[in-house]
T-cell receptor, first 113, second 111 residues
Framework: NAGVTQTPKFQVLKTGQSMTLQCAQDMNHNSMYWYRQDPGMGLRLIYYSASEGTTDKGEVPNGYNVSRLNKREFSLRLESAAPSQTSVYFC????????????FGEGSRLTVL | DQQVKQNSPSLSVQEGRISILNCDYTNSMFDYFLWYKKYPAEGPTFLISISSIKDKNEDGRFTVFLNKSAKHLSLHIVPSQPGDSAVYFCAATGGTYKYIFGTGTRLKVLA
């Protein structure tokens, strides 16, 4: 039972490089989310997709783009990575009601040099 | 503007005693609240939730209390166990699909 799967788990980038974090869920969930975790800052919402075909900005969307490829997959793209984007990124999904439990992946640790 | 605040970055409690973790929120539109536990190098896992129509919800050793007038919720763990040592996050949502998390409290349960 995979749940929420994120790839890659670790990545090192140079400033200005681009990359895409992939997320897939196998729970037939409607809503998907991307968070970043930084020391002292908690979990901050980057983007979310309430349902297939929709995406919305969260608390810290600058420097990121997202794609809801289909119901299962939600990717996060950094077009030109900056050191400030060094963080641990978490993808999450939920059943799609406006309230309900979020299920998280194991995280992707990104370092931008 | 931090809409969900956890003002205690850390907490140490003796094994067997009660752990009380606190969370404050500012957005009066929030009507559903959750607590998550996170171990190092793992994703957060759901612990317990509460709807704004309730003021208390229990699940085994975990109880969440909600005081809507004070915009405050707390998580009680009784009795605390060493395996409870982790970072705890509270989260809130208001029916918009946006879940806002606090900054976390690191709980250490001493054996």
């Amino acid at each position: 039972n995979a749940g929420v799967t994120q790839t890659p788990k670790f990545q090192v980038l140079k400033t200005g490089q681009s990359m895409t974090l992939q997320c897939a869920q196998d729970m037939n969930h409607n809503s998907m989310y991307w968070y970043r975790q930084d020391p002292g800052m908690g979990l901050r919402l980057i983007y979310y997709s309430a349902s297939e075909g929709t995406t919305d900005k969260g608390e810290v969307p600058n420097g990121y783009n997202v794609s809801r490829l289909n119901k299962r997959e939600f990717s996060l793209r950094l077009e030109s990575a900056a050191p400030s984007q060094t963080s641990v990124y978490f993808c999450a999904s939920s059943g799609g009601q406006a309230t309900g439990e979020l299920f998280f992946g194991e995280g992707s640790r990104l370092t931008v040099l | 503007d931090q809409q969900v605040k956890q003002n205690s970055p850390s907490l140490s409690v003796q094994e067997g005693r009660i752990s009380i973790l606190n969370c404050d929120y500012t957005n009066s539109m929030f009507d559903y609240f959750l607590w998550y536990k996170k171990y190092p190098a793992e994703g957060p896992t759901f612990l317990i939730s509460i709807s704004s129509i309730k003021d208390k919800n229990e699940d085994g050793r975990f109880t969440v209390f909600l005081n809507k007038s004070a915009k405050h919720l707390s998580l009680h763990i009784v009795p605390s166990q060493p395996g409870d040592s982790a970072v705890y996050f509270c989260a809130a949502t208001g029916g918009t699909y946006k879940y806002i998390f606090g900054t976390g409290t690191r709980l250490k349960v001493l054996a």
